[in-house]
């Protein structure tokens, strides 16, 4: 599976729910019977648990590739009820302008394209004050489809720049690309960069909102490239 066409699509999760509704998100999500708790360290992890959910899931027997987005991370969000992860809100949200998904919330699944939604999220972060340019420039370096978002380079730009404004997005970013890298089997070699950007870049888009969208739409990202690819 490519994996880095899987990451692009991790990072663009958010849409469906919106910044507005991140109380019902809290409620739905804070399981006090919780053990592990989804901090912004542990987001790969959570994102590979989800992933993992679905596939054993009743949950997953509906989606088709007309499926839209916003369906599909309603779907990621009912996945915590065994509670093995505590969903704890510990990033404050972005500009309300980042509120409104829906140029990715109505898209269908088979229409996900790596590089349209990339430019999309790239447009959406550069139009956002919060975000320290630097940040902003390496979000676009690290999250190229045609490059290793993994790549010693690339952990090194993030390392300079994470400590700006807005540089927890590279801290989301790196973190579920590498949950990406050790999710997605190898099986399509020429593919596995753009996964793994995809789901670093649904990452970036959910978290401008909330930590807890950036894990959705990582999630729901990954799960719709794996659907492409394997059509």
């Known amino acids: 599976m490519n994996k880095y066409f899987y990451l692009l699509a991790s990072l663009c999760l958010a849409a469906f729910f919106g910044c507005q509704n991140d109380n019902d998100m809290n409620a739905s999500f804070s399981k006090e019977k919780g053990t592990i708790s989804a901090t912004i360290d542990s987001v790969g992890k959570v994102h590979n648990y989800l992933l ?21 991370v309603n779907c990621f ?30 898209m269908a699944i088979e229409d996900f394209d790596v590089k349209s939604i990339r430019t999309l999220v790239l447009k959406r972060i550069n139009a ?63 593919q596995s960069r753009a996964v793994i950007v995809a789901d670093g870049i649904g990452g970036v888009l959910g978290t401008t909102c909330s930590e807890v969208m950036g894990i959705l739409w990582g999630a729901g990202f990954s799960y719709a490239c794996d659907m492409c690819l394997s059509n």
């Open 52 to 72: 993992e959910q679905m596939k054993d899931s009743e949950i997953g027997l509906c989606i088709s590739n007309k499926t839209k987005m916003k369906d599909l």
């Open 77 to 106: 969000q009912r996945l915590n009820d065994n509670g093995k992860y505590c969903y704890n809100e510990i990033m404050t949200r972005a500009d309300n302008d980042n509120a409104d998904f829906s140029e990715f919330e109505n």
């Open 128 to 190: 956002n004050d919060n975000i320290d340019i630097d940040v902003k420039k390496a979000i676009e370096i690290i999250s190229d489809p045609d490059g290793n978002p993994l790549s010693e380079q690339n952990l090194s730009l993030i390392e300079q720049n994470k400590n700006k404004k807005g540089g927890h997005l590279l801290i989301v970013f790196k973190n579920i690309a590498e949950g990406s890298d050790e999710y997605w089997p190898q099986t399509r070699d020429s």
